[in-house]
């Protein structure tokens, strides 16, 4: 079993929905959770970074963590056609230099 | 701000044979890390450098190695090339002294064919 599973998709939303990715986790260790987003032949590119349970919002994204549930969400309110990627979730522990991430999942948003 | 540049960004080499990438952090940026990523096992964490000595691992053979020079900049080599090599091969840069938190800022990768 991996240490991080995410739904590789594809999912396909038309444009204006909202689009919930998520990602669970076993280990307990794990205190900093990311998520990137790669666009096609481009490298990964940090959209959100929480420490810890709980919420945080930028712009149209919001980013969930739920510890006690090792399972962390990812929000895109009012999808873009320019959100078709492939998300990546990604977790570290403290003081560690090792991210683990998810197998990331591709996302189409349909105008 | 200059990006992580990583070169070159794609190529094609044959089974045995060997292979040199290089990736020049972003200025500042003492932490280097590489990262293979396939289909089928997403990205999958080699090494990480600072300050010129390797502070982790991971789980793949001895024929995969690398190095940092004192100006940060770094190089991952691999011998004896397989067919299972071929993947992008992504560098990532961090301010991260020890103790680190994570924020990875990534090159657009070396795009790696073994035939």
């Known amino acids: 079993q991996k240490e991080v599973e995410q739904d590789p998709g594809p999912l396909s939303v038309p444009e204006g929905a909202i689009v919930s990715l998520n990602c669970t986790y076993s280990n307990s260790a794990f205190q900093y959770f990311m998520w990137y987003r790669q666009y096609s032949r481009k490298g990964p590119e940090l959209l959100m970074y929480t420490y810890s349970s709980g919420n945080k919002e930028d712009g149209r994204f919001t980013a969930q963590v739920d510890k006690s549930s090792k399972y962390i969400s990812l929000f895109i309110r009012d999808s873009q056609p320019s959100d078709s990627a492939t998300y990546l979730c990604?977790?570290?522990?403290?003081?560690?230099?090792?991210?683990?991430f998810g197998i990331g999942t591709k996302l189409q948003v349909i105008p | 701000k200059a990006g992580v540049t990583q070169t070159p960004r794609y190529l094609i080499k044959t089974r045995g044979q060997q292979v040199t990438l290089s990736c020049s952090p972003i200025?500042?940026?003492?932490?280097v890390s590489w990262y293979q990523q396939t289909p089928g096992q997403g990205l999958q964490f080699l090494f990480e450098?600072?300050?010129?000595?390797?502070?982790n691992k991971g789980n793949f053979p001895g024929r995969f190695s690398g190095r940092q020079f004192s100006n940060s900049r770094s190089e991952m080599n691999v011998s004896t090339l397989e067919l299972g090599d071929s993947a992008l091969y992504l560098c990532?840069?961090?301010?991260?002294?020890?103790?680190?938190?994570?924020?990875?800022?990534f090159g657009e990768g070396s795009r790696l064919t073994v035939l």
């Open positions: 990604a977790m570290t522990r403290e003081g560690y230099q090792k991210v683990t």
């Open positions: 450098y600072f300050s010129e000595t390797q502070r």
């Open positions: 990532a840069s961090s301010q991260r002294d020890p103790g680190g938190t994570g924020e990875l800022f």
């Open positions: 200025s500042g940026h003492r932490s």
